[in-house]
């Protein structure tokens, strides 16, 4: 069974940074794009970073461009993403999701695999 496990979300103050992991089990990330996406309350799921399967290239929204850094660890069968400079606005549940079928894409519909999601607040 093809499951995806997010952890790292806490509480952080403005300007701090937090890292999440991105789990999984019962096949190989490797051969996936994995994307990362939120979903801040009251607000549609948006798409964050990804990383593609095969030469690792990136694709990020403008809004986390200079901020954000994903990597990924074939032999944890993990994908990483740091945030820095972290802002109130980031507050949100990030998720973590795969797909075999797109490349430096984070449409929501085209990811077919997704974990729980973990929590993420930004507060003073």
């Known amino acids: 069974q093809l499951q995806l496990v997010e952890s790292g979300g806490g509480l952080v103050q403005p300007g701090g940074s937090l890292r999440l992991s991105c789990a999984a089990s019962?096949?190989?990330?490797?051969?996936?794009?994995i994307g990362w996406f939120r979903q801040a309350p009251g607000k549609e799921r948006e798409g964050v970073v990804c990383?593609?399967?095969?030469?690792?290239?990136?694709y990020y929204v403008d809004s986390v461009k200079g901020r954000v850094t994903i990597s990924r660890d074939n032999a944890k069968n993990t994908v990483y993403q740091e945030m820095n400079s972290l802002k109130p606005s980031d507050t949100a549940v990030y998720y973590c999701?795969?797909?075999?079928?797109?490349?430096?894409?984070?449409?929501?519909?085209?990811?077919?695999?997704w974990g729980q999601g973990t929590q993420d607040t930004v507060s003073s």
């Open positions: 019962g096949f190989s990330l490797g051969y996936y794009t």
């Open positions: 999701a795969a797909s075999l079928a797109v490349r430096s894409t984070l449409v929501l519909e085209q990811y077919d695999n």
């Open positions: 990383i593609n399967s095969g030469d690792d290239t990136t």
